[in-house]
């Protein structure tokens, strides 16, 4: 029985790819900022422990308290919605801190139990819009399309060690908050709108609620690429999920 650690599995994708693991007879580590055990169904083959992966002490305490793992799923994430202008730098480095530096630190911390193991698996959870930018996305964009490149190298670099590393790229999904998220996290960051944008912002969300049909992408896709990323040595790098993200690969 392996072993597979989630980070962010309090919703969305995390908590999906927790639960799918878990039946599919997998011990599961699924860590959290502030852990529920209420999301996930009982299981003695179900830890559920703390991370907050911004901050060095928690991430050293949770490498200590899982043992050996075969799998690290670095899902954990925030967006930010808003414009750059009215961004503070200190909200543009509180993203990359979680979305690339966390990333990276904890990823940083398992490498050598990988290394010595001379085998498992790292998948990085990325974001469609390093396929096809948005506007008022362009600080969680940046993020995102750091994390893209610093997972296709780390491959390079693990390949004569056994580790395989892959990159799960999602595209819009209406299952997640995302955009309601982003958006309190941009009013709770402080992310002003100097009134020369306030027409293009207005005109951006009116767009989006006119073209808010066509392709998306649901959580089960997000999943089945992680499984495929786990599961087939074959799988690519990079590893586009749901039928928009896979367009906009396409297009790319």
């Not at 043992?67 to 543009?92: C, H, K, Q, R, Y």
């Not at 139990?113 to 790292?122: E, L, N, P």
Request: proline residues 7%; contains cysteine; glycine residues 8%.
């Amino acid at each position: 029985m392996k072993t597979i650690l989630i980070t962010g599995c309090s919703s969305g994708f995390g908590l999906d790819t927790a639960r799918y693991f878990l039946e599919h007879g997998w011990k599961v580590i699924a860590t959290m900022r502030k852990p529920r055990e209420d999301v996930l169904p009982r299981s003695e083959h179900l830890r559920v422990l703390p991370l907050d992966v911004t901050q060095p002490q928690s991430i050293r305490e949770l490498v200590e308290a899982t043992g050996p793992i075969d799998v690290l799923v670095n899902n954990a994430g925030v967006g930010l919605m808003g414009v750059f202008e009215g961004t503070s730098m200190e909200t543009v480095r509180n993203t990359f801190e979680t979305n690339a530096f966390g990333v990276m630190a904890l990823t940083q911390a398992f490498l050598p139990h990988f290394r010595q193991q001379q085998s498992g698996v790292i998948v990085n959870v990325s974001s469609g819009t390093t396929f096809k930018p948005l506007p008022l996305l362009a600080v969680y964009t940046a993020s995102k399309a750091a994390l893209n490149a610093f997972t296709e190298s780390l491959a390079l670099e693990l390949q004569p060690f056994g580790v395989r590393v892959s990159l799960v790229i999602p595209g819009r999904s209406p299952e997640t908050p995302f955009a309601q998220n982003a958006q309190a996290r941009g009013r709770d960051q402080g992310v002003s709108v100097p009134e020369a944008y306030a027409g293009f912002v207005r005109s951006i969300f009116e767009q989006r609620t006119a073209h808010a049909s066509g392709p998306v992408t649901r959580s089960q896709d997000v999943v089945d690429a992680i499984w495929s990323a786990v599961n087939d040595p074959s799988s690519p790098v990079r590893l586009p999920a749901g039928a928009d993200a896979v367009e906009m690969a396409r297009s790319n």
